[in-house]
DNA sequence: CATCGAACCAACC
DNA sequence: GGTTGGTTCGATG
């Protein structure tokens, strides 16, 4: 299901700039400590994993708007294109309490659901 | 669990 | 039109 906008009176599909507008608004509801999956964001956008990496990439206000929290659905890190690369990536992660299980996986216990923070 | 190949899809060239 | 990602999934050991 694609994501829809609806603007001056009609509905048409998201582009990539409304995209990455939700994107950071579902962002800044990742409370400190939790990560979340670049599936979730991409299952909540309704579009390709992938192409949430490229969102994550295209926010230039890392990491005020923290990127840093979204991570691979298997645990491992993923990726951070933003200064510092992915050990400042995995720095703020550990910061801010993540919980490691091994140098490559966060634990289970460290991913907050979107379904968790936009409901109630 | 770890590795591997294939699927994914919009951008970019 | 082919390649490329901040990925995922299913199959296989």
């Avoid at 990127?67 to 910061?95: P, Q």
Wanted: glycine content about 10%.
């Amino acid at each position: 299901m694609p994501l829809l906008v609806y603007e001056n009176g009609n509905v048409r599909k998201a582009g990539i700039i409304d995209m990455l507008e939700a994107a950071k608004a579902l962002l800044l509801l990742i409370p400190i400590g939790k990560v979340t999956s670049y599936k979730e964001l991409a299952l909540a956008l309704g579009v390709n994993p992938r192409l949430v990496g490229k969102l994550m990439k295209m926010n230039d206000e890392a990491p005020i708007i923290p990127c840093h929290r979204v991570v691979r659905s298997n645990g491992e890190i993923g990726g951070y294109s933003a200064v510092g690369g992915v050990d400042f990536k995995r720095k703020l992660l550990e910061l801010e309490g993540v919980k490691f299980k091994n140098k490559r996986k966060i634990n289970r216990n460290s991913f907050i659901s979107l379904r968790e923070l936009t409901i109630n």
